[in-house]
């Protein structure tokens, strides 16, 4: 099942990292973030990113944003070299970041606004978003108005109103609770199959990257290197129930067992 | 498909407000502050009476009132200088203020060779400079401006600069990804962003403004209800120094009344904020 690297698909690679390395200069010497990721991901491709905090996840996420620039190495994106902040990516984050001052739909429209994009497509496009993540009705509430779920989704919505091809999470769910989490899970898939895109998502929730993505990429920490790649060989639709299937534990099994050999986890014997 | 938490209060106006008035919910509708001042004012009233207080000691409200409608017309006359001092400063202080925390926010060097300064000149009394202020001035309207704007300026300085930093790290990404140029960036997130927490600056201020006025109106003046208060003190009329303490207490809180009104229609989405920097 697992593959020792991204193997690289010309063809329709979408995102492809070669030789990344990042060193942040720290009062007490260098952090090596990351050393020499190579990793492929195709278009259209659902890939986690799991590993233990400090692994540099994040990081790598801000690279491809072009947010960050790589101390060493090249990243592409589409055809494109990433040299600096890349327009054609939506990214969300653990905290939802979203502007108190706005409605959820002037929330979502700030996206459109500051692009300088159609404001009346926009705001239909925008619209259509908010009722597919449920949220039809709340338009015009402000985010102390809503619960942490609805805030996340509302973010959700902007991350996704200019089409993005590339969409950048970064543990989105983190920060709900596990049943909340579990329907933004399926609202994200959703989304995704919508809206045909490819989804880089960092997690640290086995089970969460399971579920939801079609390769799990893990990583191992300090400096933080790709240490496999499993390809999760689930039908879609992903139900729910899913997560009771004995293949599914398989792949939740392999992956706690790979951060075991990591020394990640310490049990008690 | 089912929404998994549960659906927040949405704000409810109130239907009861709009039902049919009687004495009793008036009464009911206003504050216990009120009612507590009430009580300590007639209180006053009568152990000043029980007790004879002699007036140029202590006087009675009641007294304090009548010689509010006395003196009305110079009280007023002298009000208009002391407003217009507070309101000229204040305003200075918010056109030189704001820049410079926009400044302190967005350079590096203004943040370590201004900002020190300014928090550090804190711990400088403004009042003993105010006879100095005097000395440079003159008597005219100038000195007590500075004054107030010695005051009033670092409280809005302090929050704004607070304010401007609090756009968390996420949210300039966020624009940055978006494509905002440094002008959209600060108008659209960091801006009102700030509001919250420069209007606590703004409010802080008018309450240090009228102090600032009264301050400079004591130092060196012939107009302004310091003066009054002043001059009344030395020909030992308590109660014209009551009445004018009454007259400067109300314009503090009328103009504290008019910057929460202000908040509440510029800032909406937040009703309460932090205050940094009590001077």
Known sequence: MSMPQGVPLAADAH???TGVSKTFKGRAGDVHALQDIDLTIRRGEFVSILGPSGCGKSTLLMLLSGLVPS??????????????PNPDIGIVFQQDVLLEWRTALQNVMMQAEIRKADLKAARERALQLLEMVSLKGFEGSYPKEMSGGMRQRVSICRALLHKPPLLLMDE???????MTRDQLQLDLMRLCRDNAMTVFFITHSISEAVFLSDRVVVMSPRPGRVERIIDIDLPRPRRLLMREDPRFNDYTRELTQIFQGLGVFREEV | MAVVESTPARPVISETRRSRWSPLRMLRSVSPAVWTLIALVIFWEVSVRLTHVAEFILPTPSRIIEEIGAYWPRLMVNSGYTIGEIVLGFVFSVIVAVPLAVLITYSRAADRAIYPLIVTSQT???????????????YGATPKIVIVVLLSFFPIVINSVVGLRASSAEMLYLARSMGATPWQTFWKFRLPQALPNM???FKLATVMAVIGAIVAEFVGSDVGLGYVIQVAGSSFNITRQFAAIVVISVIGMVLFMLMEWAERLIVPWKNSSNIAGEA
Do not use: H, N, Y
Request: charged share 15%; aromatic share 10%; hydrophobic share 55%.
């Open chain 1, 15 to 17: 995102i492809s990292i």
């Open chain 1, 71 to 84: 101390t060493k190495g090249m990243i592409k994106v589409g055809d494109k070299t990433v040299e600096g």
């Open chain 1, 172 to 178: 989105p769910f983190g920060a709900l609770d596990a």
């Open chain 2, 124 to 138: 400088i009394p403004k009042v003993a400079i105010a006879p100095l202020m005097v000395a440079w001035f003159g």
């Open chain 2, 199 to 201: 209007f606590a600056g």
